[in-house]
């Protein structure tokens, strides 16, 4: 079956430095991979939309400054989190597509802490 | 724009109970509805999803009905246990876009 593991599970930053989180897909083909971040009260911001050999697309309030994203292969991706501050916590969550549907397949999540 | 609608934020329910979380949807295109379940800690894991009108998705007991009429996809469960007490998210995706819109999720307790 299709599976995503996300790497670190959980990290404590002082604020003003940066977080590096991995994505792995293992058994399918992730052509494209949606990144969220999941607030304490468990809503989604889509963050970015990240298909091989295409542009990435940010949404309004997230720019590739803050939050560069690398897709460079159909099994791996990995964003950054430049610049840590409280407002960035969260619970950040990599989706895997395949080329047809609409599925996602999550990850654990990397957890982000500021301190 | 598409919109996701979960109206219970928190359900409490005792084993054996029926469950049904309410879930609506807006859109102008083709959807793809989908249920996530989320157990504390983890992230989300896809439960059951439907693309066609009137169709039902069922898995692990729990069912939803995509009912256009009513755009509509409550998802339901006959008898529930301890362990599905979890964070429910309804889904949408539609044709234009391969992005999920989410539902504000329903915390399912379910007490012994």
């Known amino acids: 079956g299709a599976l995503v593991y996300q790497y670190p599970r959980r990290t404590i930053c002082k604020s003003g430095t940066s977080m590096r989180m991995e994505c792995q897909a293992v058994?399918?083909?992730?052509?494209?991979v949606a990144w969220y971040r999941q607030s304490p009260q468990k809503t989604f911001e889509l963050i970015a939309l990240s298909t091989v050999n295409s542009a990435i697309k940010y949404e309004q309030n997230f720019t590739q400054e803050k939050f560069p994203i690398s897709h460079p292969n159909l099994s791996f991706s990995s964003m950054t989190v430049l610049n840590a501050y409280l407002e960035d916590r969260g619970l950040y969550l990599c989706?895997?597509?395949?080329?047809?549907?609409?599925?996602?397949?999550f990850g654990e999540g990397s957890r982000l802490i500021v301190v | 724009g598409d919109s996701v609608t979960q109206k219970q934020g928190q359900v409490t329910l005792s084993e054996d109970d029926f469950l049904f979380i309410n879930c609506t949807y807006s859109?102008?295109?083709?959807?793809?509805l989908l249920w996530y379940v989320q157990y504390l800690g983890q992230g989300p894991q896809l439960l059951l999803k439907v693309t066609t009108a009137n169709n039902k998705g069922i898995s692990r007991g729990f069912e939803a009905t995509y009912d256009k009429g009513t755009t509509s996809f409550h998802l339901q469960k006959a008898s529930v246990q301890e362990s599905d007490s979890a964070v429910y998210f309804c889904a949408l995706g539609s044709s234009g876009s391969w992005q999920l819109i989410f539902g504000s999720g329903t915390q399912l307790t379910v007490m012994p």
């Open positions: 058994g399918f083909q992730a052509t494209s």
């Open positions: 989706g895997a597509r395949t080329d047809s549907g609409n599925t996602l397949y």
């Open positions: 859109t102008t295109t083709y959807p793809t």
